[in-house]
């Protein structure tokens, strides 16, 4: 007899990011992959590969709130596992992060309130979680498949907000595969009607993405993606380099020297 999963109670399932807020001065991903010296992408990759699937923990998103830095916990285990020694921050790390982000008092606030996603990287680039900063992020164009491949393969994964909807707890609980209900984005199946959320992308195959959520890989199609998905980054980290490259064979300097150009010359053109 095949073995139920084990449903997750509606109230266990926490979320924690509110809705994109635009800023102008988001570095845009596109002005990067467009470079001529980057590698080729395989046809299907996933850097979670090396983690054990009960490994993951949820990082006290079971908990709280605190999805958005959840998902950069996951982001360090693949960067770590991909380069060096596997790190696996603890609860009480990642909770500093989301202390020190929202102004959450563990006594007082219980689940904590949300944050959004852009300022929950904003803070990892410039004070660290668990000791790891970022080096910069950068945002992914709408419903761009092929910009979304490149960036998981590239980078060791993609940073995304989604509006998820009703649909998706049922889907998370039962199938473990989040993919767009039969009658489209509405009733059950509207965008947002459960609430926002943040996860990590970690792979890629076909019209699938692998993904880290709440503890749990799942499978996320490329659909789901486009109809739920309000944001996405790339995420450029210092571990996910080991003898001054990345394992996709990125030169560190190359991209150090890369941002900081293409951050002049959107501040030039921001100021003209």
Request: glycine share 8%; aromatic share 10%; hydrophobic share 30%.
């Amino acid at each position: 007899m095949k073995q139920k999963i084990k449903a997750v109670e509606k109230l266990k399932l926490k979320s924690g990011r509110l809705p994109y807020k635009p800023d102008p001065r988001t570095f845009e991903v596109s002005a990067y992959l467009n470079q001529d010296n980057l590698p080729e992408i395989p046809a299907e990759y996933n850097w979670g590969k090396k983690i054990k699937p009960d490994n993951w923990g949820d990082m006290g998103n079971l908990k709280i709130n605190d999805c958005t830095c959840a998902t950069a916990g996951h982001f360090i285990m693949v960067w770590t596992s991909s380069t060096s020694k596997l790190h696996k921050p603890k609860y009480k790390d990642i909770l500093h992060a989301y202390i020190n982000i929202t102004g959450y008092n563990p006594k007082t606030d219980g689940e904590g309130p949300s944050v959004e996603a852009i300022k929950t990287l904003k803070y990892w680039r410039k004070n660290g979680i668990d000791g790891y900063k970022i080096i910069a992020f950068a945002k992914l164009e709408e419903n761009n498949r092929e910009q979304l491949k490149q960036t998981i393969y590239l980078y060791g994964g993609c940073y995304i907000g989604l509006n998820l909807p009703k649909s998706a707890e049922k889907q998370y609980n039962e199938s473990k595969k989040w993919a767009v209900p039969r009658g489209g984005a509405k009733g059950d199946g509207e965008p947002g009607s459960l609430f926002g959320h943040a996860v990590l992308i970690t792979g890629y195959k076909d019209d699938e993405l692998q993904i880290v959520t709440w503890g749990k890989e799942m499978i996320m199609t490329m659909d789901f993606w486009e109809t739920y998905g309000e944001e996405s980054y790339a995420v450029f980290s210092e571990q996910f380099i080991k003898n001054e490259k990345t394992p996709t064979g990125i030169d560190v300097d190359v991209l150090r020297n890369d941002l900081e150009t293409l951050q002049k010359k959107k501040a030039e053109a921001a100021a003209n």
